[in-house]
């Protein structure tokens, strides 16, 4: 079978357990079948650690999982324990005939267990715990009561959440394993070399379980074990009963499935039946009981399997108990009721969009035609091109192709076949050879009214600028489909011509411009429309963003954030959250970018955008938290999808995040290759302005890190002088940390240094405080360099408190490992502890309170009481009065 690779590194949750392992030495893991639990206990145990293992069945006999736990030990020891306990033992293990005493066998267990903890920890690991028989989970909760946990560990994993409760562990010491993210399952499947679009696919279809992910690959990869979603779906809903399986498919069947709803629908044992499904992974019921479905295969498994009749049943009594008048019309068309006409369905299709949900929209309107006589053609086409610009909108790219391809087969009205072509182009997002084929058909319908032919110039605009890397020819396109609308054109198209115009003329340096044509674009109309990412009001916050301008930026951003939401718009929706989180992301505020990238990455799973953007986005949120090797992974994900989808727009900025991330991981000499080469290709597009990306820089910075100095200052030399011309004042703190690069690779140490003071002053007005730290960073190796330790000291701990502000943990770790350096240099260590360690040590020896330790190290108090602890348990003392003790006892020798 093909396994789950263990070097799939899920950071978080991984960081967690071992964090409990740490400090309580004992964890539990929860989560569905398939999510990769067995993995994370072979993770959780050091190598060449004494690890006792069991793996129970559901139809393990009586003490079964306790003999296979210590099935392992050696004969000798069993032999050496006194003879009731060795009897017991013996009787356990099938070694001895007899009846066990309870007793003995427990202090059997102990003593066993105390012997193989004498020197070094011993490890009790149980997958499928939730399998232990009743007389396995007492015999366990009590050894675990009793022994030292430092001494006996022990890692559990099972299906059932509250496991830890059975085995007597606090709840705190129990951890739900999530079902994997995209990112995750695209790491899993790096090794098949699938196309971004397929991996998002099975993402979706496996509901992130990682598994049937694996299974899913075609076996063109090489799988021998590939299967189709379907298949997957029915093996685990074959395991359900004939109730439990409709019970799943009125769920499947609802548009916003509850415990309640299905109980009205007369699933009266609805929450039993969700308890089954919920144990295999197939679904989760929240507090509320609302109801979600992990997998699209399940749904599609579900809907396809069901007879006619039966899934008419279910929509019927779904039907008569739901409040929405919507949704009420949607179960009695897919009942097959024929009260429900077209018209009615065109009704209801109206509503969803004036909620802001058009991909429900575009299923009524598919209903609506369907439900359309067949003499009635242009009806029908009507109908089918409503619901193309609706699944368009929500980003359902297979749901407009069959939209659209019907309307161009029946259609007779040319506009009408165009329209339908550029809902295609619409949804492919960066793709533009996904839908070569929407792009010839749309110009040869030559005789449209100048509206649609403008907005099929737009569409060769974009095109243009992205796939061609042309932003000379993507501005004329632009000023060629303002001529063709003219002045009378519809107010929104005319705002988004304007738009593209503006952000053109900004990419061709002339700042001024595209200042001027926006101003233009927003006169032009009273709104951003539906289509947020096309408007002036985007547009001007993306180059409040490249200005720095960051509050403002943000305040744009969140007002059409509400208007991408209120409309339902898919891509609207992703680029706003992408804008918001790059501007968290400068700002410092790593949590919000963070749950900013979370929501786009949600949605990107859902839909069928292009993911490159977002895979960039997220790299760049990782460069701030100081998480580089995500930041690279994540970088290196958004380079391989532009590259496929022949986007030269986000082929440059996956290599420019690449570089980024192996300058700031420490490694220079990497980086420079990735920038130079999203360098060449920014160049070649005919972009001047340096702001939009910062790659030159960053190329400048790693070029001097990596020896190339006289290279590095000829580029710093280029940029300030484009700089100044065009007068980006907020570039310049980024250009002084790449000349204090420069100097300090000279050796010119102390004007690197004050070229790095400079730098921190512009970084905080404009509010960057990850760059503030960065540079305090930088500023603190050069004085160590000096010898100048106290100034190194004071300015590692502004740094420190700069990054824990921001919540920057991977930055906080940086500081953390330079301050060591520092201290290793100025004294003595107390053996077996780090320089950090030490120095907190000597602090507490001496009397500081943990707030006055913080203070002094420049740390949170919660940053003292861990280290504490970990210094404790190296140096066998549990008290304060101890450590000084200790220290009071090496002085004197």
Known sequence: MTSIDPLVPRVGLMRRIRRILAERHRVVVCGP?????????????????????????ADSVPLAGLAELFATVAPERIAALPPPRRNAVEVLLRTRDGDSDPTALRLGLRDLLTGLSADRPVWLVVDAADHCDPGTVDSLSQLLRHLPPERVRAVFAGREPGLAHRFGLPADQEVTVPFWSLAETSELLARFRLPSRIVAETHRASGGLPGSALRMTTASTGNVEAAPPAYLAEEQLATLSQRTRYTLLTAASALDPTVELLQRAGRTHA?????????????????????????????????????????????????????????????????????VSAARLDEAASEAIGRGDPLLAAELALLAADRTPASEDAAVVARLLVAARHASAAGRLGLVERAAKSVCRRATVPAQRMEALLAMINAVGQHFDGAQWAFAAAALETETEPALRAELLMWQCWRAYIRDGDVAGALALAEQASRVCGDAGEPQQRMQILTMKGRMQRSLGDVAAAESTLSEALEASDGPGTEIAASAQFAIARHRLFDDRLTEARDDFTVLLSEARRAGEFKGRIEVLRGLAEVEARLGDCRDARAHLDEALTLLADGDLSPAPVWYLSALVDVAAGDFESAVRAAGRGLRSAREERDVLFTARGLFATGVALSRGGDPAAAVPPLREAGEIETGTGTVDPSI????????????????????????????????????????????VAEAACLAASGETVSAVDRLAVATEGFARYGLRIDVGRSLLAAARLERRRRRRAVARRLLAEARRAFEECGAEGWAAVVDSERDRVDAVSGDRVDGLTPGEARLAELVADGASNQQAATALGVSVKTVEATLTRIYRKLGVQARVQLAGLRGRRTRV
């Open 33 to 57: 079948a398939g999510v990769g639990k067995s993995v994370i206990l072979e993770q959780t145990v050091p190598p060449g650690e004494t690890a006792l293992r069991a793996f129970p069945s």
């Open 271 to 339: 929450r039993r039946d969700l308890v089954a499904a919920e144990r295999l992974g197939l679904v989760h019921v929240d507090a509320a009981g609302r109801i979600v479905f992990h997998a699209e295969a399940t749904v599609e498994t579900l809907r396809d399997g069901a007879s006619t009749r039966t899934a008419s049943r279910a929509h019927r009594a779904l039907a008569g108990v739901v409040a929405d008048s919507v949704a009420a019309v949607r179960h009695l068309a897919l009942a097959g009721d024929d009260a």
């Open 693 to 736: 990306l910062l790659w030159r820089p960053e190329l400048v910075e790693a070029l001097a890190g990596s020896g190339e100095v006289e290279q590095a200052r000829r580029e710093l030399s280029r940029v300030r002088e484009l700089v100044a011309r065009m007068g980006l004042s907020n570039v310049i703190p980024r250009l002084d």
